[in-house]
């Protein structure tokens, strides 16, 4: 198997990645033949993954718009995977000039890939880090050089919660990271869920069993075991929705149905 020369060496380029597979649904050339695999496998069960996965992009987009327009310049974006077009710190700094965003992911390739787009950009690093170790990211010089958790920060958790298990404990890792957050801070989230989704439960369990297959378990959560994550944060209005309704800007009802999967919302630290 070829090994291009953007592929980090420390890498097995014969296991799929969830962050790769991301990359190959939204176009991005960052992925192995692997990758591509899994996710067309994933594909024959929810041929609307791409658009799920798009859908997430646009409502990051928006959200992150939204802070910046209520005065927060510091993001933390843990689980960023693979840069593409319209990426945190673009819209970010776009927004609001002088923005710091600081991401955080454990795929090497995601690593290796953001550190080659952040080159020269001042107010904009990537971190090694994992979810569910938040202490380590907490503690990071890297955080600290960029982000002043005395000030507000909007974290983000954008289509990563749902890959970690229950026995991980995300709302423990989800609330640490809340506390070590200055008040009018916020928290951007994304979560897969069947809710929405435009096809049998049975036939989108086929989807779930190719993550499970390649040991990165998705973990599908209610509607109320999402809200759950909320803890401690006002929702911002109109709560927590189908992303294509969280403040859109086009029509909802023009969107793909696949956009409707799983729940999206933004909540602040009073």
């Keep these: 198997m070829e090994r291009p020369a953007w592929a980090p060496r420390s890498i097995d380029i014969?296991?799929?990645s969830v962050s790769r597979m991301y990359d190959y649904?939204?176009?991005?050339?960052?992925?192995?033949?692997?990758?591509?695999?899994?996710?067309?496998?994933?594909?024959?069960?929810?041929?609307?993954?791409?658009?799920?996965?798009?859908?997430?992009?646009?409502?990051?987009?928006?959200?992150?718009?939204?802070?910046?327009?209520?005065?927060?310049?510091?993001?933390?974006?843990?689980?960023?995977?693979i840069p593409t077009f319209g990426n945190v710190h673009e819209v970010a700094q776009a927004a609001a000039p002088g923005a710091r965003v600081m991401y955080v992911d454990h795929d090497?390739?995601?690593?290796a890939h953001s550190q080659a787009v952040l080159e020269g950009n001042d107010g904009a690093d990537i971190l090694a880090?994992?979810?569910?170790?938040?202490?380590?990211?907490?503690?990071?010089?890297?955080?600290?050089?960029?982000?002043?958790?005395n000030r507000p920060v909007a974290l983000l958790l954008v289509a990563i919660l749902h890959f970690v298990e229950d026995s991980d404990d995300p709302y423990a890792a989800v609330t640490e990271l809340?506390?070590?957050?200055?008040?009018?801070?916020?928290?951007?989230?994304?979560?897969?869920?069947?809710d929405?989704?435009?096809?049998?439960?049975?036939?989108?369990?086929?989807?779930v069993d190719v993550y499970q297959d390649i040991r990165s378990p998705l973990i599908m959560r209610t509607r109320d075991e999402i809200a759950r994550f909320f803890e401690g944060y006002d929702?911002?209005?109109?709560?927590?929705?189908?992303?294509?309704?969280?403040?859109?800007?086009?029509?909802?009802?023009?969107?793909?149905?696949?956009?409707?999967?799983?729940?999206?919302g933004v909540g602040r630290t009073a």
């Design 108 to 111: 090497p390739v995601a690593v």
């Design 196 to 207: 929405g989704i435009p096809l049998p439960p049975e036939r989108a369990e086929g989807a």
């Design 129 to 149: 880090a994992d979810l569910r170790k938040p202490r380590e990211i907490l503690n990071s010089p890297e955080l600290h050089r960029l982000i002043d958790l």
């Design 25 to 81: 649904y939204l176009g991005g050339s960052h992925n192995f033949e692997v990758d591509r695999q899994a996710a067309r496998k994933a594909m024959e069960f929810m041929p609307g993954l791409p658009k799920i996965m798009q859908a997430n992009r646009a409502f990051m987009r928006r959200a992150v718009r939204f802070a910046a327009a209520g005065g927060i310049t510091q993001f933390l974006d843990i689980g960023s995977g």
């Design 14 to 16: 014969s296991v799929p």
């Design 235 to 264: 929702m911002v209005e109109p709560g927590l929705v189908p992303m294509p309704q969280w403040r859109p800007d086009t029509a909802p009802e023009d969107e793909d149905p696949y956009a409707f999967s799983g729940f999206a």
């Design 178 to 194: 809340r506390e070590a957050l200055a008040p009018g801070s916020m928290l951007v989230l994304t979560h897969a869920s069947y």
